[in-house]
């Protein structure tokens, strides 16, 4: 059984700096995509990055491209967002998500508030 735990969030001023983690346990890490997402209060939930599975490839949304950035550590099973001059829109909780082969698979997310 795969599961999934994000840690790391938590409340920032505007231009502040948060790091994501997401803890990968069950399965085969390093064969799976991996990617971050996140849900605002009354929006759709969105895709906020990728990462192919060893590592050499990302892609972000338009939304935080040079602003965050998405890792992988296979050895510890662990996928981070890091996230530099937050906005207030950034404000969301983020999910980590597991991608085919082996499952697609979501983690329980973690609330970033972004507020003066």
């Known amino acids: 059984q795969v599961q999934l735990v994000e840690s790391g969030g938590g409340l920032v001023q505007p231009g502040g700096s948060l790091r994501l983690s997401c803890a990968a346990s069950?399965?085969?890490?390093?064969?799976?995509?991996m990617g971050w997402y996140r849900q605002a209060p009354g929006k759709q939930r969105e895709w906020v990055a990728v990462i192919t599975s060893g590592g050499r490839s990302t892609n972000y949304a338009d939304s935080v491209k040079g602003r965050f950035t998405i890792s992988r550590d296979n050895a510890k099973n662990t996928v981070y967002l890091q996230m530099d001059s937050l906005k207030t829109e950034d404000t969301a909780v983020y999910y980590c998500k597991r991608n085919p082969p082996g499952g697609s698979y979501w983690g329980q997310g973690t609330q970033v508030t972004v507020s003066s």
């Open positions: 069950g399965g085969i890490f390093r064969i799976a995509p």
